[in-house]
Structures are given as C-alpha cells and as structure tokens.
C-alpha cells in the first residue's frame, strides 16, 4: 500500500528555535498533502492543506507566519514552526492524497514536538 | 455541538466479543472515513465509503447517507485491535473533519 513517511518522529527544542518536519509520500505522487495538529485528548484540526506548486491554504486561527508551509514536489512538504514556543508542543500529522474524488489518504506516523 | 460524535467515547472488551462503534454527523459529506491511531501516534485509515457497506478481514464499516450515521464493527476482537477509532468526514476539497475517537481497549 502507499506510505508516506513523516520525520522526524519526535522533537524536543528551545523555545524560540525553529523546527521543521517533512512529510514524503514514498511510492507515488500526491497532488495534496494535508497537516494536522493534535493536542492531547483531542481531536486531530486540520491547519492547512496544501497544493503541489501552490501557497497553502490555512484554516481559521491558523498562523500562517508562524507556520510555514511548503510543497515544492509532488513527493514533499514540509512544514516549519517558527520561534516555536511551548504552546506550540503537540502533535503534528500529515497526510497525502492523489487527488480525485474516490482517492484514498495516507498519513505519515506524526511528529511530537516539545518546545522547552 | 460538535460536526462529528462518536460513541462511545471509552470501550472495553473481552477477546472475541462483537464491538460497534458509531458515528453521527450533521454536515453534507462526500465520504466517510473511519481511522486507527495506536499509541504511538500512527494513523492507518480503514475505510474510506460514501454508501452501503465495506468489509475487510473482521472489519465493516456500514453509513445511512439519510439518517447520517456510521457504523465501524470488528467481529472476533483481539487485543490487537486496541487502539483509538477516529471517525471523520469529508467536505469540499478532501478537508476532513474529526470525532473525538473511541478508545477501545480489548483484554485478553
């Protein structure tokens, strides 16, 4: 089956550093990706999705400065938390798709950032 | 009121008992998935359907586009099958919108 690979699978930083994590569909080539974010005992919240060659589009209350969102092949994104602060400590998921109505999705296997 | 509800919110079983989980929603949906996240974090989707009903191994997943309702069934349950069950729906442009999950715990 299709896999889309997320790295790292955990990170801990300083507050005010910045952090990126990627996320790879392996075998074959997703037109959109998607990132999540979930904090503990909650739902997953979409943050943005994002279009192959195109800016991504960022949920209500989303920081679009803040988090940086870049998919500059059909295969990566990679999303960067910017002056992370501890507030920003979560977990962070994406998720891959073809594209097409009846297109399955594939999410990678998160990220847990801890800012300190 | 949350677009999407699941329930129950906790569910512990014995080794082999038939689980239902449910889902009901209030929004216009294209598709409805049904998710596995394990402990560490890890999504798996299982199912992704719009009508009827989907089977795979001791899994089926039933939706009534009408009533809004969903259905993810495991027959013959194994310790294995711990883990949250996410259920979320899909709108206009593949956004998914989540439940809160269903922690499932099954003992041996």
């Known amino acids: 089956g299709a896999v889309v690979s997320q790295h790292p699978s955990w990170v801990i930083c300083k507050s005010g550093t910045s952090v990126k994590i990627e996320c790879r569909s392996l075998?074959?080539?997703?037109?959109?990706m998607f990132w999540y974010r979930q904090f503990p005992k909650q739902s997953l919240m979409l943050m943005a999705t994002?279009?192959?060659?195109?800016?991504?589009?960022?949920e209500q209350g989303v920081e679009k400065d803040k988090f940086l969102i870049n998919h500059a092949s059909l295969t990566l994104s990679t999303l960067t938390v910017t002056s992370a602060h501890p507030e920003d400590s979560s977990f962070y998921i994406c998720?891959?798709?073809?594209?097409?109505?009846?297109?399955?999705?594939?999410f990678g296997n998160g990220t847990r950032l801890t800012v300190t | 009121k949350n677009e999407v509800e699941q329930s129950p919110q906790n569910l512990t079983a014995q080794e082999g008992e038939f689980i239902t989980i449910n889902c009901s929603y209030s929004v216009g949906i294209s598709a409805l998935h049904w998710l596995q996240q394990h402990p560490g974090g890890g999504i798996v989707s299982l199912f992704m359907l719009s009508s009827g009903k989907k089977k795979h191994g001791r899994l089926i997943a039933t939706i009534n586009i009408q009533e809004k309702h969903s259905s993810l069934h495991i027959t013959a349950s194994h310790p294995r099958d711990s883990a949250v069950y996410i259920c979320a729906v899909k709108g206009s442009n593949y956004k998914l919108t989540f439940g809160k999950g269903t922690l499932l715990t099954v003992n041996p």
């Open positions: 075998d074959f080539q997703a037109t959109t």
């Open positions: 994002s279009n192959e060659g195109s800016k991504a589009t960022y």
């Open positions: 998720s891959a798709t073809r594209g097409g109505e009846n297109s399955p999705l594939h």
